[in-house]
């Protein structure tokens, strides 16, 4: 394949976002992303693509756009103040020899924390796939309000005493390491595993190299696998996975990527690829939807009389966003002009219910014109102390704020370029 080929196929692969981990390499800073990941991805069809953890990245999180799907891996601790504020009740001494123990792992990079973050939050926001294994589905359950424990091996021994203890990690043996785990029936876990699942066992072996774990599961998902002290290995939401339609978010606490032969590099089991196998399908799946729904004329020809109508829409809507924008000024003798819009959009009801209500809080749908006004004039003491209010808030808080507010305006845009689209696809048909 020559050079042109090659750059044409990369540019038609849907992009998978992968976040780097830090270490330190001859007395400086390296950033490195394990490469069966990697491996994975490319062979069943995407491309990786790797965001630094770099100071400011978060910010600029815009500029990785499109994103088909986020696979988060490897990484040190979660800072617990983003999940619960006490150390579940620790003494200062076993926090010591938990430091100790796990040194690699327990330096919160707070940076990775909100890269890592503000990345699962897109992907529940806009259902772009998301695969989470290990540190990954830990971030995926404290995004969506799930807790953590600080220490496996304490927390759980304190619960269910010497009983049932199991070997999460081994220093001595990284990629050998094996424990038991349980798989759930009727899960894409039990999908992938079932034809190496022993009898009515439903058991199979994997490697995990974690000290820490899923504590309360956030309400949205359901186990798919739980090891013999009762930690969750293994979730996924029902409700949005069907890889075929673009849906998978998921998280695995085990390394199905690392359970293989060490002479032969063969897996484990042949269903430690379906992970990363149905998460690709879904990220091809969802990039074709983006696609689909980008397929809007570049160049619509109205006629003179259509023409005229969007001009009014389009002013309409202006004026309705400069009156948001400046805090709700009066605007005499434009009430006519605003009913239009107002007019548009109760006749044009596409917008899915949660679009609808988002827009109606930011104040971009105009159902009536002069209740709209009235609205604005009794919110401006509101308005004032929402911007005194945004006046303490954080730099990434702001930019949260922010980000969401860009994000409706795509959603409004886009609609309103449909609504438009379908209005001359009828005017057409009635030409004809």
């Known amino acids: 394949m020559n050079m042109a080929a090659s750059s044409d196929l990369?540019?038609?692969?849907?992009?998978?976002?992968?976040?780097?981990?830090?270490?330190?390499?001859?007395?400086?800073?390296?950033?490195?992303?394990?490469?069966?990941?990697l491996d994975l991805i490319v062979s069943y069809?995407?491309?990786?693509?790797?965001?630094?953890?770099?100071?400011?990245?978060?910010?600029?999180?815009?500029?990785?756009?499109?994103?088909?799907g986020v696979l988060l891996c490897e990484g040190e601790d979660i800072d617990p103040s983003h999940y619960e504020s006490e150390l579940s009740g620790f003494s200062p001494q076993e926090l010591q020899e938990i430091r100790e123990l796990h040194a690699s792992d327990t330096a919160i990079d707070r940076e990775k924390d909100t890269i890592e973050l503000r990345l699962a939050k897109l992907c529940l926001e806009r259902n772009i796939p998301y695969l989470g294994i290990c540190r990954g589905s830990q971030v995926l359950n404290v995004a969506c309000g799930g807790t953590l424990y600080q220490d496996v091996e304490k927390e759980l021994s304190k619960k269910n005493g010497n009983l049932q203890r199991v070997m999460h990690m081994n220093y001595e043996n990284y990629d050998g390491h094996r424990h038991l785990v349980k798989v759930v029936d009727k899960t894409p876990l039990h999908d992938w595993f079932r034809d190496s699942l022993g009898g009515n066992k439903m058991e199979i072996m994997v490697n995990s190299y974690h000290h820490q774990g899923v504590k309360k599961l956030a309400q949205r998902f359901v186990p798919m696998a739980f090891a013999p002290d009762g930690l969750i290995e293994g979730f996924y939401d029902p409700d949005t996975y069907n890889p075929e339609e673009g849906k998978f978010i998921m998280g695995l606490q085990f390394h199905p990527e690392r359970m293989r032969n060490p002479e032969t590099d063969d897996f484990d089991y042949p269903g430690c690829r379906s992970a990363y196998e149905e998460f690709v399908k879904a990220v091809i799946a969802y990039d074709k939807k983006l696609s689909c729904s980008a397929r809007i004329p570049n160049s619509v020809k109205l006629n003179q009389e259509m023409e005229k109508k969007r001009?009014?829409?389009?002013?309409?809507?202006?004026?309705?966003?400069?009156?948001?924008?400046?805090?709700?000024?009066?605007?005499?003798?434009?009430?006519?002009?605003?009913?239009?819009?107002?007019?548009?959009?109760?006749a044009n009801t596409a917008l899915s219910l949660q679009q609808e209500k988002r827009l109606k809080q930011m104040g971009a749908t105009v159902r009536?014109?002069?209740?709209?006004?009235?609205?604005?004039?009794?919110?401006?003491?509101?308005?004032?102390?929402?911007?005194?209010?945004?006046?303490?808030?954080?730099?990434?808080?702001?930019?949260?704020?922010?980000?969401?507010?860009?994000?409706?305006?795509?959603?409004?845009?886009?609609s309103l370029e449909k609504k438009l689209h379908d209005l001359v696809v009828v005017d057409e048909e009635d030409t004809h």
């Not at 849907?14 to 390499?25: K, N, Q, Y």
């Not at 069809?45 to 756009?65: C, K, T």
């Not at 808030?393 to 886009?414: A, D, P, R, V, W």
Request: positive net charge.
């Open 10 to 37: 990369s540019m038609i692969l849907p992009r998978v976002l992968i976040v780097s981990r830090r270490t330190l390499r001859k007395n400086k800073f390296v950033d490195f992303v394990g490469e069966y990941h």
């Open 368 to 414: 009536n014109a002069s209740s709209y006004i009235q609205r604005l004039k009794m919110n401006e003491e509101r308005e004032r102390m929402a911007r005194n209010i945004m006046g303490k808030m954080s730099i990434e808080q702001l930019s949260e704020l922010k980000s969401f507010y860009h994000l409706m305006g795509q959603i409004c845009s886009e």
């Open 45 to 68: 069809g995407a491309v990786p693509v790797i965001v630094p953890r770099v100071s400011g990245v978060h910010m600029l999180l815009d500029s990785f756009e499109p994103i088909h």
């Open 311 to 346: 001009k009014v829409l389009v002013r309409s809507f202006s004026i309705a966003r400069n009156m948001y924008s400046s805090g709700g000024a009066k605007v005499s003798g434009q009430e006519s002009e605003l009913q239009v819009g107002a007019e548009f959009l109760e």
